[in-house]
Structure formats: structure tokens, C-alpha cells
């Protein structure tokens, strides 16, 4: 199995849809297969729970059972560890169940009528729409949201140049999009098109619509809970995918840290850890969003029972949190963008105070690369979990664990 989750022929290539150890009959262009005839399928073959599984580009691996693709995709954390000769203990994978995820993004493109639109995935590697009446990655509640979604998305396609997507996050007080791709040159959406946009969202009752974060519709704050905290999302704000897989990642970070007095969250977003550190530890957070930090911030007051936390806008990547200013840190935990943080990782590594270090990843290979920074600073890589948060993807994420 290649690592986008396509095949590999024994004579070279990749084929969709095919297993280990299956025979095919394959068409291919260049390097690239088609899946032609299945004749002889792997006893790991699973029937996809998705219509839409073969057309839509979301997922690559609903044909395979569970427990082999789990371990396949526990592998690929293991191979990148490996090529940074890097060795550890590996606990067990957390696996996002079905039905799960409280956040998707959905492409609208015209629908039959003037008023009307269609909305759904990317096809696989393509750029056509694959139109959706189901997705059981998601939250159900998110399912059953597609119609009033259509209807809202109709308003944003009023220019002939606008592709709008959808992103849309399931919160404690209701849906929260933030339409993306609507053309502005001509002058943005009309009144009278977020007027239909506002009423659409009113008639289903979502809590917020914003365009590109300017706000189209709002009810009520969209609010989610991060720990002991209840926070107000901003506009188009980053969130883990699953709540499940957040907890689980935030307890790995939480019983890793225990016993340190003051704790670096860098990376925090809207505090995502933060809040649950804070519980036991003195808390200082980093990210780069102004909103992200100022939503934390907000929330802090109205959070009883934490110890100090305190929040700071800076850009890591250029500015990290330098050596000399963890004087009097303890621990730091760390979940940048798929780039890595190699330039704070480095940062890290020098600070002779920082006796335990957890590093949160949607990127195996970078986080490979900043793990072996740390590890040639004094560090040992203790032990890593696989996460597979974004199921029947060839996408994987992990938390690691570093003791000095």
C-alpha cells in the first residue's frame, strides 16, 4: 500500500481501490491505474458504508477492514520515526469511530435552478463535484444539515465566477459556517443575496454565517467546550476535526506534563490545551492569530478554577520563543501546522530548564524532523500515539512525548 492509499503493483505504479496481495486487472496511464476487474480479493476486503465511496475524492480506504488499516497507518508514524533513526514506544493508536467528525468543508457549484445549488466533495483527483447525500465520517447532526446547507449556499453562487465552499463546524449552540471562494471584485455578494442567505440560515437555525469571516448571519455566538472552558469561536477559527480524538491527544499532553509548574502552549490556537493544562499548571500560550488568542483570552474570565494563563500573539516561525526566555519553564507542548516548527523545536532543544516537551502533529514527517532536533538537544523521543482522526484517509497524526 502506497502512502496516499493507492496500490502498488508488483510491476510498478499505483492502483485505487486494490489491497495487498490482491490480483487485478489494471489500465494504466504512465504510472497511474485503473482499477479494471477484481480477480482475487484480499480477505481484508470490506464492503465501503459510503454511495458515494468510488466518485468522492474524501475518502481512499473504506474497502479495507478495519484492524489492517489501522496497523497500516500505525506503520507510516513508525517509517517516518525511522527515517530520522528515531525508536520509541509506540502505544496504542487512537481510531475516530464513524459518524465523528464535527467539522467538513463542501464545494457548491449550481444547481438545476436559478436558486438552487448543489453541494458536496471534490472527485477523486479532479475538480468535478461529486454531490453528497450522506458521509459517515461525520456527525450526523452535519448530515442532516444538507438540505438547509443547499439552500444557503444558493445566495453565494450569484456571481458566475464564484466557487463558494462551506465550512461548516458543529458547536455547542448550533452550525457554524464560513463561506470561502465568493468573487469580491464585482463588488461581493448584494444586499439582496445576504438577505436569502440570512434567511436560509434563520430558517434552519444556525448560530452564525460569516463570508471570508465578515458576518452574514448571527444568532448566538458559536461556542465550544475545550476542557473546563467554554469558548466563542472566531470566524473560520482552526479545531480539531474530532472531539473524541481531541480528548484523547489533550490527556496524553495533560499526564505528560504532570508535576511541572509552569507550562509553554505553543501553537495553542484558541486553547485547545491550554485550558486543560491550566487546571493543574501555570500556563503561558503562543499562536499566531490575533482572533485565536483573543478568543482565548475572553474565555479565561469566565473560566473559574485555573491557574495564571496568560496568551501572546507571535509568529513562531519567525519569532520563536527563544532559549533564553524558558528560564523558568518546565515543560512546553507544541502542535504547529503541517510545516513543522523546526526554527522553535531548535528554541526548545537549547533550554536547559524544559525537562518534558509534547509535541502534537498532523505530519508525520515533519514532526520526524523536529523530533530528531530535539533528540540531538539532550532529548529522548519516550513514547508516541498514533491518531487517526481523519478515518479512511491516508492522512495520520500523532503525539509525542519527549523526557530530557
Request: with cysteine; glycine share 8%; proline share 8%.
Amino acid at each position: 500500500m502506497g502512502a496516499q492509499g493507492d496500490g502498488v503493483a508488483e510491476e510498478g505504479g499505483f492502483v485505487p481501490f486494490t489491497l495487498p496481495g490482491e490480483r487485478v486487472q489494471a489500465g494504466f496511464a504512465g504510472d497511474r491505474g485503473e482499477l479494471l476487474e477484481l480477480l482475487r480479493p484480499s480477505s481484508h476486503r470490506a464492503e465501503p458504508p459510503c454511495p458515494h465511496f468510488f466518485a468522492c475524492g474524501g475518502c481512499a480506504l473504506q474497502h479495507w477492514a478495519h484492524e489492517p488499516y489501522l496497523q497500516w497507518k500505525a506503520e507510516q508514524v513508525r517509517l517516518a520515526l525511522a527515517r530520522e533513526r528515531l525508536e520509541c514506544e509506540m502505544l496504542p493508536a487512537y481510531a475516530a469511530p464513524p459518524w465523528s467528525r464535527r467539522r467538513f468543508a463542501l464545494h457548491a457549484r449550481r444547481g438545476a435552478g436559478p436558486n438552487e445549488a448543489r453541494l458536496g466533495y471534490k472527485a477523486r483527483r479532479s475538480w468535478d463535484l461529486v454531490e453528497i447525500e450522506t458521509c459517515p465520517i461525520s456527525d450526523r447532526r452535519l448530515v442532516e444539515a444538507l438540505p438547509a446547507l443547499r439552500r444557503l449556499a444558493a445566495p453565494f453562487l450569484e456571481h458566475p465566477k464564484s466557487a463558494p465552499t462551506l465550512h461548516v463546524t458543529l458547536t455547542e449552540t448550533g452550525l457554524d459556517v464560513d463561506v470561502t471562494g465568493v468573487e469580491r471584485k464585482s463588488g461581493g455578494l448584494s444586499a439582496p443575496a445576504r438577505r436569502r442567505a440570512a434567511e436560509a440560515a434563520s430558517a434552519a437555525g444556525f448560530a452564525r454565517v460569516t463570508m471570508s469571516g465578515e458576518v452574514v448571519y448571527g444568532a448566538r455566538p458559536p461556542v465550544v467546550r475545550l476542557g473546563p472552558a467554554s469558548v466563542t469561536l472566531p470566524p473560520g477559527a482552526f479545531l480539531q476535526a474530532v472531539p473524541g480524538a481531541e480528548a484523547a491527544i489533550a490527556a496524553d499532553a495533560v499526564e505528560a506534563v504532570a508535576g511541572a509548574r509552569r507550562v509553554l502552549d505553543l501553537f495553542c490556537g484558541v486553547g485547545t490545551f491550554s485550558f486543560r493544562l491550566a487546571e493543574r499548571a501555570t500556563v503561558h500560550a503562543v499562536d499566531s492569530a490575533p482572533e485565536a488568542v483573543a478568543a482565548l483570552r475572553a474565555a479565561v474570565g469566565a473560566t473559574p478554577g485555573l491557574k495564571a494563563l496568560t496568551a501572546e500573539v507571535r509568529d513562531l516561525d519567525r519569532r520563536p520563543v527563544l532559549a533564553m526566555e524558558l528560564k523558568k519553564t518546565d515543560a512546553a507542548v507544541f502542535d504547529p501546522p503541517r510545516a513543522g516548527a523546526a526554527a522553535q523545536a531548535a528554541e526548545l532543544a537549547r533550554a536547559p530548564s524544559l525537562q518534558t516537551v509534547v509535541g502534537v502533529s498532523c505530519n508525520p514527517a515533519t514532526f520526524a524532523r523536529d523530533a530528531r532536533l530535539l533528540v540531538d538537544g539532550g532529548f529522548t523521543l519516550a513514547r508516541v500515539r498514533p491518531v487517526d482522526q481523519f478515518l479512511w484517509s491516508p492522512h495520520m497524526e500523532l503525539v509525542g512525548v519527549f523526557i530530557r
